[in-house]
């Protein structure tokens, strides 16, 4: 059964940095792309950055493109998010979630969630 666990949420001062983990198990084959949705307070979860699993495309979301990295270290089976220049409006639960592929992902259709880790950053 897949099973995704992150890591590294907490607190930090507006343009500080953070660094994401998201150790992944039990992936089959079905699954082609992993990343990150985040959801703040009264807010819907939206999209943050994936990363293909087959042939390393990426995507970002146009609020952290330019401050936001996502890697994977595929022998390992962890993806990271290396998160930048933080914002207040960056504050929320970040998910990792597993998908089809990066279409899939981007069009909200997770087949895999981890429980989330809480990221604050104070203004």
């Known amino acids: 059964q897949e099973r995704l666990v992150e890591s590294g949420g907490g607190l930090v001062q507006s343009g500080g940095s953070l660094r994401l983990s998201c150790a992944a198990s039990?992936?089959?084959?079905?699954?082609?792309?992993i990343g990150w949705f985040r959801q703040a307070p009264g807010k819907e979860r939206e999209r943050v950055s994936f990363v293909s699993i087959r042939d390393g495309e990426s995507f970002y979301e146009d609020s952290v493109k330019d401050r936001f990295t996502i890697s994977s270290d595929n022998a390992k089976n962890v993806v990271f998010l290396q998160m930048n220049s933080l914002k207040p409006e960056d504050t929320g639960v970040y998910y990792c979630?597993?998908?089809?592929?990066?279409?899939?992902?981007?069009?909200?259709?997770?087949?895999?969630w981890g429980q989330g880790t809480q990221v604050t950053v104070s203004a």
């Open positions: 979630a597993a998908g089809w592929d990066l279409l899939a992902l981007v069009g909200h259709a997770a087949s895999a």
């Open positions: 039990g992936l089959g084959s079905e699954f082609g792309a």
